[in-house]
Protein backbone atom coordinates (compact mmCIF):
# COMPACT_ATOMS: atom_id res chain seq x y z
CA UNK A 1 0.00 0.00 0.00
CA UNK A 2 3.14 2.32 0.86
CA UNK A 3 4.57 1.53 -2.53
CA UNK A 4 3.02 4.22 -4.47
CA UNK A 5 3.77 6.73 -1.94
CA UNK A 6 6.80 6.03 -2.03
CA UNK A 7 7.32 6.57 -5.93
CA UNK A 8 5.43 9.65 -5.91
CA UNK A 9 7.82 11.15 -3.22
CA UNK A 10 10.84 9.64 -5.32
CA UNK A 11 9.35 11.05 -8.49
CA UNK A 12 9.88 14.81 -7.01
CA UNK A 13 12.75 16.28 -9.94
CA UNK A 14 15.87 17.22 -7.79
CA UNK A 15 15.69 21.21 -9.06
CA UNK A 16 12.38 21.10 -7.67
CA UNK A 17 13.32 19.85 -4.11
CA UNK A 18 16.51 22.35 -4.50
CA UNK A 19 14.16 24.92 -4.97
CA UNK A 20 11.94 24.31 -2.02
CA UNK A 21 15.28 24.09 0.25
CA UNK A 22 15.98 27.30 -0.85
CA UNK A 23 12.91 28.76 -0.41
CA UNK A 24 13.20 27.59 3.25
CA UNK A 25 9.25 26.38 4.39
CA UNK A 26 7.05 24.35 2.01
CA UNK A 27 3.98 26.52 1.53
CA UNK A 28 2.37 23.40 0.86
CA UNK A 29 2.95 22.37 4.43
CA UNK A 30 1.30 24.78 5.66
CA UNK A 31 -2.45 22.63 4.52
CA UNK A 32 -1.46 20.34 7.38
CA UNK A 33 -1.60 23.57 10.33
CA UNK A 34 -5.05 23.32 11.13
CA UNK A 35 -4.83 19.85 11.50
CA UNK A 36 -2.08 20.02 13.98
CA UNK A 37 -2.88 22.71 15.63
CA UNK A 38 -6.60 21.39 16.42
CA UNK A 39 -4.71 17.90 17.71
CA UNK A 40 -2.52 19.90 19.55
CA UNK A 41 -5.49 22.02 21.43
CA UNK A 42 -8.32 19.86 21.89
CA UNK A 43 -6.13 16.08 22.52
CA UNK A 44 -2.62 16.80 23.71
CA UNK A 45 -3.23 19.82 25.44
CA UNK A 46 -6.54 18.37 27.13
CA UNK A 47 -4.19 15.36 27.74
CA UNK A 48 -1.80 17.65 29.81
CA UNK A 49 -3.98 19.29 31.55
CA UNK A 50 -5.66 16.14 32.92
CA UNK A 51 -2.01 14.89 33.80
CA UNK A 52 -1.53 18.25 35.58
CA UNK A 53 -5.58 18.02 37.27
CA UNK A 54 -4.47 14.54 38.55
CA UNK A 55 -1.32 15.36 40.64
CA UNK A 56 -3.03 18.10 42.26
CA UNK A 57 -5.35 15.91 44.54
CA UNK A 58 -8.77 17.78 45.86
CA UNK A 59 -10.23 17.23 49.02
CA UNK A 60 -9.50 14.29 51.44
CA UNK A 61 -6.76 13.30 49.06
CA UNK A 62 -4.82 16.34 49.47
CA UNK A 63 -2.84 15.05 52.62
CA UNK A 64 -1.36 12.69 50.36
CA UNK A 65 0.72 15.08 48.57
CA UNK A 66 0.89 15.53 44.52
CA UNK A 67 0.12 11.65 44.24
CA UNK A 68 -2.34 11.42 46.28
CA UNK A 69 -5.38 10.75 43.98
CA UNK A 70 -3.75 7.59 42.55
CA UNK A 71 -2.96 6.84 46.10
CA UNK A 72 -7.07 7.04 46.48
CA UNK A 73 -7.56 4.73 43.43
CA UNK A 74 -4.99 1.97 44.14
CA UNK A 75 -5.91 1.97 47.88
CA UNK A 76 -9.35 1.67 47.63
CA UNK A 77 -9.56 -2.35 47.09
CA UNK A 78 -12.99 -1.39 46.11
CA UNK A 79 -12.03 1.24 43.40
CA UNK A 80 -8.78 -1.27 42.23
CA UNK A 81 -10.92 -3.96 41.67
CA UNK A 82 -12.31 -1.74 38.54
CA UNK A 83 -9.00 -2.77 36.44
CA UNK A 84 -10.25 -6.58 37.06
CA UNK A 85 -13.16 -5.97 36.37
CA UNK A 86 -12.68 -4.91 32.99
CA UNK A 87 -9.90 -6.82 31.97
CA UNK A 88 -12.61 -9.75 32.81
CA UNK A 89 -14.82 -8.49 30.01
CA UNK A 90 -12.51 -7.65 27.55
CA UNK A 91 -10.01 -9.83 27.21
CA UNK A 92 -12.69 -13.19 27.22
CA UNK A 93 -14.59 -10.32 24.65
CA UNK A 94 -11.95 -9.90 22.68
CA UNK A 95 -10.61 -13.70 22.26
CA UNK A 96 -13.94 -15.31 21.36
CA UNK A 97 -14.62 -12.80 18.60
CA UNK A 98 -11.51 -13.11 17.31
CA UNK A 99 -11.99 -17.01 17.61
CA UNK A 100 -15.26 -17.18 15.64
CA UNK A 101 -14.47 -14.20 12.94
CA UNK A 102 -11.40 -15.92 11.85
CA UNK A 103 -12.73 -18.89 10.01
CA UNK A 104 -15.79 -16.89 9.05
CA UNK A 105 -13.58 -13.96 7.46
CA UNK A 106 -11.00 -16.90 5.72
CA UNK A 107 -14.36 -18.89 4.64
CA UNK A 108 -15.46 -15.57 2.76
CA UNK A 109 -12.51 -14.71 0.98
CA UNK A 110 -13.91 -17.46 -1.58
CA UNK A 111 -17.79 -16.31 -2.86
CA UNK A 112 -20.48 -18.35 -1.13
CA UNK A 113 -24.07 -17.25 -2.30
CA UNK A 114 -25.39 -14.67 -0.98
CA UNK A 115 -21.79 -12.74 -0.25
CA UNK A 116 -23.11 -9.62 -0.07
CA UNK A 117 -26.49 -10.32 2.08
CA UNK A 118 -24.00 -11.93 4.48
CA UNK A 119 -21.54 -9.69 4.70
CA UNK A 120 -24.08 -6.64 5.13
CA UNK A 121 -25.33 -8.66 8.05
CA UNK A 122 -22.30 -9.21 10.15
CA UNK A 123 -21.61 -5.21 9.81
CA UNK A 124 -24.98 -4.31 10.79
CA UNK A 125 -24.23 -4.11 14.77
CA UNK A 126 -21.82 -1.40 14.44
CA UNK A 127 -24.17 0.61 13.14
CA UNK A 128 -26.37 0.35 16.04
CA UNK A 129 -24.18 1.14 18.79
CA UNK A 130 -23.67 -0.55 22.23
CA UNK A 131 -26.41 1.86 24.19
CA UNK A 132 -29.35 0.62 21.29
CA UNK A 133 -28.01 -2.88 21.65
CA UNK A 134 -27.74 -2.82 25.75
CA UNK A 135 -31.14 -1.57 25.46
CA UNK A 136 -32.71 -4.07 23.35
CA UNK A 137 -31.08 -6.77 25.35
CA UNK A 138 -33.40 -5.93 28.48
CA UNK A 139 -36.04 -7.12 26.37
CA UNK A 140 -34.68 -9.85 24.46
CA UNK A 141 -32.80 -11.28 27.31
CA UNK A 142 -35.39 -10.43 30.20
CA UNK A 143 -36.87 -13.16 32.04
CA UNK A 144 -39.72 -12.78 30.16
CA UNK A 145 -37.60 -12.46 26.43
CA UNK A 146 -38.25 -14.52 23.66
CA UNK A 147 -34.22 -16.41 24.97
CA UNK A 148 -35.93 -17.12 28.16
CA UNK A 149 -39.23 -18.17 26.66
CA UNK A 150 -37.42 -20.82 24.03
CA UNK A 151 -35.33 -21.79 26.90
CA UNK A 152 -38.30 -23.08 28.75
CA UNK A 153 -40.55 -24.14 26.54
CA UNK A 154 -37.57 -26.25 24.69
CA UNK A 155 -36.74 -27.82 28.42
CA UNK A 156 -33.11 -26.94 28.84
CA UNK A 157 -33.42 -24.71 32.07
CA UNK A 158 -36.52 -24.45 34.63
CA UNK A 159 -36.77 -21.25 35.17
CA UNK A 160 -35.87 -18.01 33.86
CA UNK A 161 -31.68 -17.59 33.22
CA UNK A 162 -30.22 -14.36 34.73
CA UNK A 163 -28.82 -13.17 31.47
CA UNK A 164 -29.63 -9.57 32.25
CA UNK A 165 -27.61 -7.13 35.25
CA UNK A 166 -24.94 -8.95 35.71
CA UNK A 167 -21.11 -10.30 34.21
CA UNK A 168 -22.89 -12.74 31.61
CA UNK A 169 -25.27 -9.40 30.13
CA UNK A 170 -22.39 -7.52 29.58
CA UNK A 171 -19.83 -10.07 28.37
CA UNK A 172 -23.12 -10.38 25.59
CA UNK A 173 -23.53 -7.38 24.59
CA UNK A 174 -19.64 -6.91 24.01
CA UNK A 175 -19.87 -9.86 21.83
CA UNK A 176 -22.02 -8.76 19.79
CA UNK A 177 -21.13 -4.93 19.60
CA UNK A 178 -17.43 -5.60 18.93
CA UNK A 179 -17.90 -8.30 16.35
CA UNK A 180 -18.61 -6.36 13.33
CA UNK A 181 -15.18 -4.58 13.50
CA UNK A 182 -12.91 -8.09 14.01
CA UNK A 183 -14.87 -9.41 11.55
CA UNK A 184 -14.06 -6.66 8.93
CA UNK A 185 -10.90 -6.37 9.95
CA UNK A 186 -9.57 -9.77 9.41
CA UNK A 187 -12.10 -9.66 6.10
CA UNK A 188 -9.37 -7.41 4.85
CA UNK A 189 -6.41 -8.97 5.77
CA UNK A 190 -7.90 -12.74 5.05
CA UNK A 191 -8.93 -11.11 1.52
CA UNK A 192 -4.78 -10.43 0.70
CA UNK A 193 -3.73 -14.10 1.68
CA UNK A 194 -3.08 -15.91 -1.90
CA UNK A 195 -5.38 -18.62 -2.02
CA UNK A 196 -2.90 -20.42 -4.31
CA UNK A 197 -1.04 -21.13 -1.21
CA UNK A 198 -3.51 -22.92 0.70
CA UNK A 199 -3.98 -25.39 -2.84
CA UNK A 200 0.23 -25.32 -2.92
CA UNK A 201 0.02 -26.97 0.66
CA UNK A 202 -2.82 -29.13 -0.25
CA UNK A 203 -1.90 -30.41 -3.20
CA UNK A 204 2.09 -30.87 -1.20
CA UNK A 205 0.06 -33.30 0.91
CA UNK A 206 -0.21 -31.07 3.72
CA UNK A 207 -3.56 -32.52 6.07
CA UNK A 208 -6.54 -29.58 7.05
CA UNK A 209 -4.73 -29.31 10.43
CA UNK A 210 -1.07 -29.07 8.92
CA UNK A 211 -2.58 -26.11 6.74
CA UNK A 212 -4.18 -24.26 9.04
CA UNK A 213 -1.18 -24.33 11.54
CA UNK A 214 1.29 -24.17 9.10
CA UNK A 215 0.12 -21.83 6.24
CA UNK A 216 -3.24 -20.22 7.19
CA UNK A 217 -2.69 -18.95 10.83
CA UNK A 218 1.27 -17.66 10.27
CA UNK A 219 -0.36 -15.72 6.90
CA UNK A 220 -2.86 -14.31 9.17
CA UNK A 221 -1.12 -13.62 12.31
CA UNK A 222 -0.25 -9.92 11.76
CA UNK A 223 -4.28 -9.52 10.94
CA UNK A 224 -5.33 -11.19 13.92
CA UNK A 225 -2.96 -9.25 16.31
CA UNK A 226 -4.15 -5.74 14.93
CA UNK A 227 -7.59 -7.12 15.12
CA UNK A 228 -7.21 -8.25 18.68
CA UNK A 229 -5.73 -5.05 19.67
CA UNK A 230 -8.21 -3.14 17.89
CA UNK A 231 -10.93 -4.75 19.46
CA UNK A 232 -9.86 -5.06 22.96
CA UNK A 233 -9.36 -0.86 22.32
CA UNK A 234 -12.95 -0.94 21.84
CA UNK A 235 -13.81 -3.60 24.58
CA UNK A 236 -11.75 -2.23 27.30
CA UNK A 237 -13.49 1.21 27.44
CA UNK A 238 -17.12 -0.69 27.83
CA UNK A 239 -19.19 1.95 29.75
CA UNK A 240 -22.35 2.13 28.52
CA UNK A 241 -23.48 -1.69 28.84
CA UNK A 242 -21.89 -2.06 31.80
CA UNK A 243 -24.49 0.07 33.61
CA UNK A 244 -27.23 -0.80 31.28
CA UNK A 245 -27.25 -4.90 31.29
CA UNK A 246 -24.41 -5.00 33.89
CA UNK A 247 -24.30 -4.62 38.21
CA UNK A 248 -22.55 -1.21 38.08
CA UNK A 249 -22.27 -1.54 41.53
CA UNK A 250 -20.82 -4.32 41.90
CA UNK A 251 -19.22 -7.36 38.95
CA UNK A 252 -19.43 -4.95 36.12
CA UNK A 253 -17.66 -1.41 37.92
CA UNK A 254 -15.88 -1.21 35.08
CA UNK A 255 -12.55 1.39 35.23
CA UNK A 256 -14.47 3.91 32.43
CA UNK A 257 -16.93 3.74 34.79
CA UNK A 258 -15.31 4.64 38.25
CA UNK A 259 -13.60 7.68 36.37
CA UNK A 260 -17.08 8.95 35.36
CA UNK A 261 -18.12 8.38 38.82
CA UNK A 262 -15.00 10.15 40.46
CA UNK A 263 -15.42 12.73 37.95
CA UNK A 264 -19.39 13.83 37.60
CA UNK A 265 -20.25 12.14 40.73
CA UNK A 266 -17.89 13.40 43.49
CA UNK A 267 -16.78 16.19 41.40
CA UNK A 268 -13.34 15.13 41.79
CA UNK A 269 -11.87 15.66 38.57
CA UNK A 270 -8.44 15.28 39.67
CA UNK A 271 -9.22 11.37 40.52
CA UNK A 272 -11.52 11.14 37.73
CA UNK A 273 -8.28 12.30 35.60
CA UNK A 274 -6.17 9.76 37.23
CA UNK A 275 -7.82 7.02 36.89
CA UNK A 276 -8.73 8.02 33.26
CA UNK A 277 -4.69 8.33 32.87
CA UNK A 278 -4.11 4.67 34.54
CA UNK A 279 -6.57 3.44 31.89
CA UNK A 280 -5.06 4.77 29.14
CA UNK A 281 -1.72 3.55 30.62
CA UNK A 282 -2.78 0.11 30.99
CA UNK A 283 -4.89 -0.34 27.39
CA UNK A 284 -1.78 1.13 25.35
CA UNK A 285 0.49 -0.66 27.24
CA UNK A 286 -1.18 -4.08 26.43
CA UNK A 287 -1.81 -2.91 23.16
CA UNK A 288 1.97 -2.58 23.07
CA UNK A 289 2.52 -5.51 24.27
CA UNK A 290 0.41 -7.48 21.67
CA UNK A 291 1.68 -5.78 18.93
CA UNK A 292 5.10 -6.55 19.51
CA UNK A 293 4.27 -10.19 20.28
CA UNK A 294 2.84 -9.87 16.01
CA UNK A 295 6.15 -8.37 14.86
CA UNK A 296 8.52 -10.79 16.46
CA UNK A 297 6.12 -13.76 15.70
CA UNK A 298 5.60 -12.16 11.89
CA UNK A 299 9.67 -11.91 11.72
CA UNK A 300 9.76 -15.36 12.89
CA UNK A 301 7.00 -16.91 10.42
CA UNK A 302 7.32 -14.75 7.60
CA UNK A 303 6.91 -16.35 4.08
CA UNK A 304 8.56 -15.54 1.01
CA UNK A 305 6.38 -12.84 -1.15
CA UNK A 306 3.73 -12.46 1.80
CA UNK A 307 3.16 -8.60 1.85
CA UNK B 1 1.86 -50.59 -3.76
CA UNK B 2 -0.48 -48.63 -4.89
CA UNK B 3 -1.17 -45.21 -5.39
CA UNK B 4 -4.45 -43.76 -5.01
CA UNK B 5 -5.04 -40.84 -6.50
CA UNK B 6 -7.22 -38.97 -3.97
CA UNK B 7 -8.90 -35.77 -4.40
CA UNK B 8 -8.53 -32.87 -2.32
CA UNK B 9 -11.69 -33.94 -0.26
CA UNK B 10 -14.65 -31.62 -0.29
CA UNK B 11 -15.50 -31.95 3.35
CA UNK B 12 -13.56 -28.82 4.28
CA UNK B 13 -15.26 -26.47 1.77
CA UNK B 14 -18.77 -27.89 3.22
CA UNK B 15 -17.89 -27.59 6.76
CA UNK B 16 -16.54 -23.52 6.38
CA UNK B 17 -19.72 -22.59 3.79
CA UNK B 18 -21.65 -24.71 6.57
CA UNK B 19 -19.82 -22.87 9.32
CA UNK B 20 -20.51 -19.29 7.36
CA UNK B 21 -24.46 -19.94 7.46
CA UNK B 22 -24.12 -21.11 11.19
CA UNK B 23 -22.93 -17.75 11.89
CA UNK B 24 -25.41 -15.92 9.82
CA UNK B 25 -28.16 -18.17 11.50
CA UNK B 26 -26.71 -16.61 14.86
CA UNK B 27 -26.30 -13.51 14.14
CA UNK B 28 -29.78 -13.34 12.22
CA UNK B 29 -32.01 -14.79 15.54
CA UNK B 30 -29.67 -12.89 18.15
CA UNK B 31 -29.35 -9.29 16.59
CA UNK B 32 -32.75 -9.87 14.49
CA UNK B 33 -34.57 -11.03 17.98
CA UNK B 34 -32.82 -7.66 19.54
CA UNK B 35 -33.89 -5.39 17.00
CA UNK B 36 -37.78 -7.18 16.80
CA UNK B 37 -38.78 -7.09 20.06
CA UNK B 38 -37.89 -3.55 20.58
CA UNK B 39 -39.98 -2.72 17.77
CA UNK B 40 -42.94 -5.28 18.48
CA UNK B 41 -42.65 -3.51 22.46
CA UNK B 42 -42.49 0.02 21.35
CA UNK B 43 -46.14 -0.59 19.67
CA UNK B 44 -47.33 -2.87 22.50
CA UNK B 45 -50.14 -1.84 24.58
CA UNK B 46 -48.63 -4.05 27.04
CA UNK B 47 -46.47 -7.34 26.71
CA UNK B 48 -46.49 -9.37 29.88
CA UNK B 49 -46.25 -13.45 29.73
CA UNK B 50 -47.14 -13.96 26.02
CA UNK B 51 -45.07 -15.02 23.13
CA UNK B 52 -46.26 -11.67 21.58
CA UNK B 53 -47.53 -8.16 23.02
CA UNK B 54 -51.13 -8.05 23.79
CA UNK B 55 -52.44 -5.25 21.78
CA UNK B 56 -51.06 -2.90 19.28
CA UNK B 57 -50.87 0.95 19.57
CA UNK B 58 -48.60 4.13 18.66
CA UNK B 59 -49.79 6.25 21.91
CA UNK B 60 -45.42 5.26 23.54
CA UNK B 61 -44.11 6.86 20.32
CA UNK B 62 -46.73 10.04 21.11
CA UNK B 63 -45.32 10.21 24.07
CA UNK B 64 -42.05 9.43 23.44
CA UNK B 65 -42.35 12.54 21.19
CA UNK B 66 -43.24 14.42 23.70
CA UNK B 67 -42.08 13.28 27.05
CA UNK B 68 -38.11 13.46 25.40
CA UNK B 69 -38.75 15.85 22.88
CA UNK B 70 -37.77 14.03 20.03
CA UNK B 71 -38.01 16.77 17.60
CA UNK B 72 -35.23 19.04 19.06
CA UNK B 73 -33.31 15.65 19.98
CA UNK B 74 -33.54 14.87 16.25
CA UNK B 75 -32.73 18.34 15.64
CA UNK B 76 -29.44 18.56 17.32
CA UNK B 77 -28.23 15.83 16.79
CA UNK B 78 -28.20 16.38 12.57
CA UNK B 79 -27.10 19.57 13.55
CA UNK B 80 -23.92 18.05 15.90
CA UNK B 81 -23.36 14.72 13.17
CA UNK B 82 -23.07 17.58 10.14
CA UNK B 83 -21.26 19.99 11.92
CA UNK B 84 -18.26 17.32 12.88
CA UNK B 85 -18.25 15.53 9.53
CA UNK B 86 -18.26 19.45 8.01
CA UNK B 87 -15.52 20.68 10.23
CA UNK B 88 -13.26 17.33 10.29
CA UNK B 89 -13.23 17.16 6.59
CA UNK B 90 -12.76 21.33 5.90
CA UNK B 91 -9.33 20.35 8.00
CA UNK B 92 -8.92 16.67 7.48
CA UNK B 93 -8.36 16.82 3.61
CA UNK B 94 -6.00 19.32 3.19
CA UNK B 95 -3.64 17.90 6.26
CA UNK B 96 -4.84 13.70 4.57
CA UNK B 97 -3.15 15.75 1.41
CA UNK B 98 -0.22 17.00 2.66
CA UNK B 99 0.74 13.33 4.33
CA UNK B 100 0.38 11.82 1.26
CA UNK B 101 2.36 14.11 -0.84
CA UNK B 102 5.13 15.36 1.07
CA UNK B 103 8.13 14.13 3.63
CA UNK B 104 9.19 16.62 6.61
CA UNK B 105 10.67 16.61 9.40
CA UNK B 106 8.23 15.67 12.27
CA UNK B 107 5.94 13.84 9.78
CA UNK B 108 5.90 10.69 12.37
CA UNK B 109 4.92 12.65 15.36
CA UNK B 110 2.33 14.08 13.40
CA UNK B 111 0.91 10.52 12.54
CA UNK B 112 1.37 9.23 15.67
CA UNK B 113 -0.35 12.13 17.05
CA UNK B 114 -3.28 11.10 14.45
CA UNK B 115 -3.31 8.17 15.71
CA UNK B 116 -3.07 8.24 19.02
CA UNK B 117 -6.98 9.33 19.40
CA UNK B 118 -8.34 6.50 18.00
CA UNK B 119 -6.24 4.09 19.97
CA UNK B 120 -7.42 5.14 23.15
CA UNK B 121 -10.37 4.63 24.88
CA UNK B 122 -12.68 7.63 24.90
CA UNK B 123 -13.18 8.12 28.64
CA UNK B 124 -9.27 8.49 29.14
CA UNK B 125 -9.09 11.88 27.21
CA UNK B 126 -12.79 12.94 27.25
CA UNK B 127 -13.01 13.63 31.11
CA UNK B 128 -9.72 15.44 30.93
CA UNK B 129 -11.33 17.20 27.80
CA UNK B 130 -14.50 17.95 29.19
CA UNK B 131 -12.86 19.41 32.09
CA UNK B 132 -11.48 21.95 29.84
CA UNK B 133 -14.36 22.78 28.66
CA UNK B 134 -16.31 23.37 31.95
CA UNK B 135 -13.66 25.66 32.44
CA UNK B 136 -14.19 27.22 29.16
CA UNK B 137 -17.78 27.30 29.61
CA UNK B 138 -18.45 25.57 26.49
CA UNK B 139 -19.68 22.36 27.64
CA UNK B 140 -22.85 21.37 28.12
CA UNK B 141 -23.37 23.50 24.64
CA UNK B 142 -23.79 22.31 21.49
CA UNK B 143 -19.87 23.81 20.49
CA UNK B 144 -18.36 21.53 23.24
CA UNK B 145 -20.09 18.38 21.60
CA UNK B 146 -18.71 19.84 18.71
CA UNK B 147 -15.47 19.94 19.95
CA UNK B 148 -15.43 16.68 21.73
CA UNK B 149 -16.44 14.62 19.01
CA UNK B 150 -13.84 16.47 16.57
CA UNK B 151 -11.11 14.79 18.28
CA UNK B 152 -11.65 11.75 16.95
CA UNK B 153 -13.36 12.66 13.61
CA UNK B 154 -10.76 14.34 12.54
CA UNK B 155 -7.96 11.64 12.91
CA UNK B 156 -10.18 9.17 11.15
CA UNK B 157 -10.76 11.59 8.27
CA UNK B 158 -6.45 11.59 8.05
CA UNK B 159 -6.88 8.06 8.06
CA UNK B 160 -9.21 7.13 5.36
CA UNK B 161 -8.05 9.70 3.14
CA UNK B 162 -4.78 9.66 2.92
CA UNK B 163 -4.00 6.34 1.00
CA UNK B 164 -7.30 7.90 -0.90
CA UNK B 165 -4.89 10.91 -2.13
CA UNK B 166 -1.92 8.47 -2.59
CA UNK B 167 -3.80 6.66 -5.29
CA UNK B 168 -4.24 10.16 -6.96
CA UNK B 169 -1.35 10.28 -9.76
CA UNK B 170 0.30 13.57 -8.84
CA UNK B 171 1.41 13.35 -12.32
CA UNK B 172 -2.40 14.92 -13.29
CA UNK B 173 -1.08 18.52 -10.88
CA UNK B 174 2.00 18.78 -12.68
CA UNK B 175 -0.13 18.37 -16.24
CA UNK B 176 -1.96 20.87 -14.97
CA UNK B 177 0.51 23.13 -13.41
CA UNK B 178 2.35 22.91 -16.59
CA UNK B 179 -0.68 23.57 -18.82
CA UNK B 180 -0.83 27.28 -16.84
CA UNK B 181 -3.16 26.34 -14.12
CA UNK B 182 -2.85 28.28 -11.14
CA UNK B 183 -2.33 25.92 -7.86
CA UNK B 184 -6.30 27.35 -6.58
CA UNK B 185 -7.24 26.23 -10.64
CA UNK B 186 -5.27 23.02 -9.56
CA UNK B 187 -6.94 22.06 -7.12
CA UNK B 188 -10.60 23.09 -8.02
CA UNK B 189 -10.39 21.80 -11.05
CA UNK B 190 -8.24 18.36 -10.43
CA UNK B 191 -7.89 17.67 -7.44
CA UNK B 192 -11.51 18.32 -6.03
CA UNK B 193 -13.40 16.32 -8.30
CA UNK B 194 -10.70 13.24 -7.59
CA UNK B 195 -11.01 13.57 -4.41
CA UNK B 196 -14.99 13.78 -3.76
CA UNK B 197 -16.00 10.32 -3.63
CA UNK B 198 -13.73 9.48 -0.66
CA UNK B 199 -14.41 12.85 0.85
CA UNK B 200 -17.86 11.90 0.74
CA UNK B 201 -17.14 8.38 1.95
CA UNK B 202 -15.23 10.26 4.98
CA UNK B 203 -17.78 12.19 5.79
CA UNK B 204 -20.16 9.61 5.93
CA UNK B 205 -18.36 7.53 7.74
CA UNK B 206 -17.92 10.10 10.41
CA UNK B 207 -21.34 11.01 10.87
CA UNK B 208 -22.26 6.96 11.32
CA UNK B 209 -19.45 7.34 13.79
CA UNK B 210 -20.52 10.59 15.31
CA UNK B 211 -23.90 9.17 16.07
CA UNK B 212 -22.89 5.84 17.56
CA UNK B 213 -20.18 7.17 20.10
CA UNK B 214 -21.60 7.67 23.37
CA UNK B 215 -18.66 8.69 25.58
CA UNK B 216 -17.71 12.18 25.02
CA UNK B 217 -21.61 13.58 24.06
CA UNK B 218 -22.40 11.82 27.43
CA UNK B 219 -19.50 13.68 28.90
CA UNK B 220 -19.95 16.95 27.46
CA UNK B 221 -23.46 17.71 26.52
CA UNK B 222 -26.36 19.73 28.34
CA UNK B 223 -29.96 19.33 28.22
CA UNK B 224 -30.15 21.21 24.69
CA UNK B 225 -26.97 19.43 22.87
CA UNK B 226 -27.76 15.73 23.41
CA UNK B 227 -27.56 13.27 20.42
CA UNK B 228 -30.04 10.47 20.26
CA UNK B 229 -27.52 7.58 21.93
CA UNK B 230 -27.01 9.60 24.93
CA UNK B 231 -31.11 10.49 25.01
CA UNK B 232 -31.47 6.89 24.54
CA UNK B 233 -29.24 5.98 27.40
CA UNK B 234 -30.97 8.58 30.09
CA UNK B 235 -34.26 6.91 28.76
CA UNK B 236 -32.78 3.19 29.85
CA UNK B 237 -30.79 4.49 32.39
CA UNK B 238 -34.00 5.10 34.59
CA UNK B 239 -36.10 2.54 34.25
CA UNK B 240 -39.13 2.48 35.91
CA UNK B 241 -40.04 6.34 35.57
CA UNK B 242 -41.06 5.92 32.47
CA UNK B 243 -43.23 2.45 31.15
CA UNK B 244 -40.45 0.42 28.89
CA UNK B 245 -42.25 0.49 26.45
CA UNK B 246 -41.59 4.12 25.57
CA UNK B 247 -38.17 3.86 25.75
CA UNK B 248 -38.67 1.03 23.22
CA UNK B 249 -40.29 3.95 20.96
CA UNK B 250 -37.24 5.99 21.93
CA UNK B 251 -34.98 3.28 20.96
CA UNK B 252 -36.75 2.54 17.60
CA UNK B 253 -36.47 6.42 16.67
CA UNK B 254 -33.00 5.79 17.19
CA UNK B 255 -33.07 2.53 15.08
CA UNK B 256 -34.43 3.94 12.36
CA UNK B 257 -32.20 7.03 12.10
CA UNK B 258 -29.32 4.78 11.87
CA UNK B 259 -30.70 2.56 9.32
CA UNK B 260 -31.63 5.32 7.14
CA UNK B 261 -28.30 6.39 7.55
CA UNK B 262 -26.35 3.01 7.03
CA UNK B 263 -28.39 2.80 3.99
CA UNK B 264 -27.20 6.21 2.47
CA UNK B 265 -23.39 5.40 3.99
CA UNK B 266 -23.56 1.57 2.28
CA UNK B 267 -24.19 3.10 -1.28
CA UNK B 268 -20.73 5.11 -1.09
CA UNK B 269 -19.01 3.30 1.10
CA UNK B 270 -16.91 0.27 1.60
CA UNK B 271 -17.99 -1.25 5.25
CA UNK B 272 -14.09 -2.01 5.64
CA UNK B 273 -13.33 1.58 5.38
CA UNK B 274 -15.67 2.20 8.88
CA UNK B 275 -13.10 0.18 11.30
CA UNK B 276 -9.31 1.61 10.51
CA UNK B 277 -7.05 0.12 9.09
CA UNK B 278 -3.82 -0.11 10.18
CA UNK B 279 -1.15 0.54 7.58
CA UNK B 280 2.23 -0.85 7.67
Known sequence: ?307 | MTVVARRAPPSRDLGGTLYVFAAGLVVVVVVGGILFSVLLSAFATSWFGGWFPDGYTDRWFRAAITDFDIPQILLSTAFITLAVAAIAVVIGVPAAYVLARRRFRGKAVVQILLLLPLLLPPITYGIPLATMLYEFRLAGSAAGVIIANLVPALPLVVLLLTPFFEQIDPNLERAARVLGASPRRVFTRVLVPLAAPGVLAAALTVVVRTLALFELTFLTSGPDSTTLVVALYYAAFAPGIRPSQQIDAMAVVYMATSLVLLLAALRFVNPTNMVVRVRR
Open chain 1, 1 to 307: MSAPAARHEAAESAPALARRSRRGLDPTLLLIAPAALCVLGLFVYPFVYGLALSFQPYGDNEANGPLGSYLAFFGDPRERLSIWNTLRLAVPATFIDVAVALPLAYRLRRPVPGQRALGALFVIPMTLGTVLIAEGMLQFFGPAGWVNKSLLAVGLVHEPVRFLHNYLGTLISLLISDFPAVFLLLLGYAAGIDPALDKAARVLGASWWQRTRRVTLPMMAPGIAVAAALSFVATFSVFPSAVLVGNPAGETRVIAFAAWQAAYERFDYSEGSAIAIVMGVIELGLVAAALSLRAGGYRRMRTEGAR
